[in-house]
Each structure stands twice: as structure tokens, then as C-alpha cells.
């Protein structure tokens, strides 16, 4: 069993930077494939970034350029480097994780196996 815990999120500003962290339990940190996806008040959860064990990369059109994923394998933790945020980012985010065993066809299609419990990110003037 994996367990994720963000941290990081808060009030910001139309057009201010936000960085969210997620800290994993467990081990195969480095294998794992992570995501950051989001669900804006009345919406549905949607992706927002994924990075792969490898390192490969996948953004959602609505963040691409403004957002950046990365891993800290020696810390076990997966960031989210938000700028130019604006309304529309208002959302909660969630940290997830697929097992260390999955491989890419796996990660790409298929909802993660682990979820954390989801940070309020709030962008108001």
C-alpha cells in the first residue's frame, strides 16, 4: 500500500506561482509512475501532468507551458511548479501513483492505483 500526502497549496494570485508537493510511502519510488490531476468545483477530476518511471512527460493542453512535473526519487516526492495561474486552476488537487509495476500502455490508460486526499489550490484576486 502506497500513501501520498500533498503539500503546498493555498490562496494565490491571478498570475502568482504555486508549488505542491507530494511525499510517497513505500518503496519502488523510482519505478513508479506519478501524477498531479485536479477537479474543479463542479467538474470533473481531470489530469493535469504525469511523469513516468522513466521520465517521460504528459501535460493537459489547459496547463501546458505554465505547469512543470518533477520527481525527487531520493525524497520520494513528485512536485507541481504552477505559474500564470489564473481562475480556471481553482480546483482541488490530488497526488496519485500507479504501482511500481505498471508499465507505460498500463500508465496511459488506466486510472491510478493510488490517490492522496486532495489540496485546495484557490486563485482569487
Known amino acids: 500500500q502506497v500513501q501520498l500526502e500533498e503539500s503546498g497549496g493555498g490562496l494565490v494570485r491571478p498570475g502568482g506561482s504555486l508549488r505542491l508537493s507530494c511525499t510517497a510511502s513505500?518503496?519502488?519510488?523510482?519505478?513508479?509512475?506519478m501524477a498531479w490531476y485536479r477537479q474543479p468545483p463542479g467538474k470533473q477530476r481531470e489530469l493535469v501532468a504525469r511523469?513516468?518511471?522513466?521520465?517521460?512527460?504528459a501535460y493537459a493542453d489547459s496547463v501546458k507551458g505554465r505547469c512543470t512535473i518533477s520527481k525527487d526519487n531520493a525524497k520520494n516526492t513528485v512536485y507541481l511548479t504552477m505559474n500564470s495561474l489564473n481562475l480556471e486552476d481553482t480546483a482541488v488537487y490530488y497526488c496519485?501513483?500507479?504501482?511500481?509495476?505498471?508499465?507505460?500502455?498500463?500508465?496511459?490508460?488506466?486510472?491510478?492505483?493510488?490517490w492522496g486526499q486532495g489540496i485546495q489550490v484557490t486563485v482569487s484576486a
Open positions: 511523469i513516468t518511471g522513466s521520465g517521460g512527460l
Open positions: 513505500g518503496s519502488q519510488f523510482r519505478r513508479r509512475a
Open positions: 496519485a501513483a500507479w504501482t511500481s509495476s505498471a508499465i507505460l500502455s498500463t500508465v496511459v490508460s488506466t486510472p491510478p492505483d493510488y
